[in-house]
């Protein structure tokens, strides 16, 4: 029998990219906003210079050891939230990996920002639309869904989610899957097996306050003003980054629109220091 090493997707992996999305966002925000309310502080001396791009990297590197090391579930939502505020602090420094003089203002990179973000968000809604898994897929959700059992953590949703999957993996063309998937449901059907009683997470009840937000505008009024922004803000992106390319193919042709657009960024930057 052949190995199979077919990508399976990992159950909530769209929670997880919509939790760093998340967290992204709300750190290029809160960094901007906290440097120019503190007057753009710089953490060191007339040597050293210690940017949040490196604890962007730190955090980063800490995302990565969470999922290497612990196996628990909650790994994953720690990992996300920490991927999440390290690449908003990696990525808000941008501007000075891309200039010579090593410019925090330099304007083309705000839309390599928003390119990125966007990138995540199209990340997001293709994990979102993916098709039904197959009986291997449901089976891989089953088996991982069976940590809820080691934590006492399953409760009667969680158990009927599971013996979904496990009805599903039953389908494989695998005689040995079926017999697992058989064994599992019998074990989950156990009376003896003790349920915790069930309490909606905080991510469960922020979906729910969502989805009744989008009742309420309706699904065709949701979307659009979804796509709206979306394109508002990736029509401004596509626009900075085709400047920026310009600018490195023939910087004859475009030095004066980078000037203006240095100029007007610096005026901005001493406004906001004064």
Known sequence: MSKTRRPVKRPSAETYIFISLATFGLTV????????????????????????????????????????????????????????????????????????????????????????????????????????????????????????VLDNNRDSQERDRLLAELTHGRTAPEPHIVFLAEQLTAYLQDESIPLASYRPGIWERFNRQVRAIGETLGRKNHRHLIVGITAIVGINALMMVALLVWAWLSPSQSRIILSGLLLAETELTTQNLT
């Open 29 to 148: 925000a809160a960094t901007r906003i906290f440097l120019q309310l503190a007057g753009f502080p710089q953490l060191g001396n007339s040597i050293l210079h210690i940017a949040h791009a490196i604890w962007g990297g730190l955090l980063l590197f800490a995302a990565v050891l969470a999922t290497l090391i612990m196996a628990n579930r909650w790994a994953f939502t720690l990992s996300a939230v920490l991927s999440g505020v390290g690449v908003g602090l990696f990525i808000d420094e941008v501007g000075k990996f891309i200039t010579q003089k090593n410019d925090y203002f330099f304007p083309p990179a705000a839309p390599l920002i928003y390119s990125l973000f966007l990138l995540m968000v199209l990340l997001f809604l293709m994990l979102r639309r993916s098709r039904r898994p197959g009986p291997r897929a449901s089976m891989y959700r089953a088996l991982l869904g069976m940590q809820e």
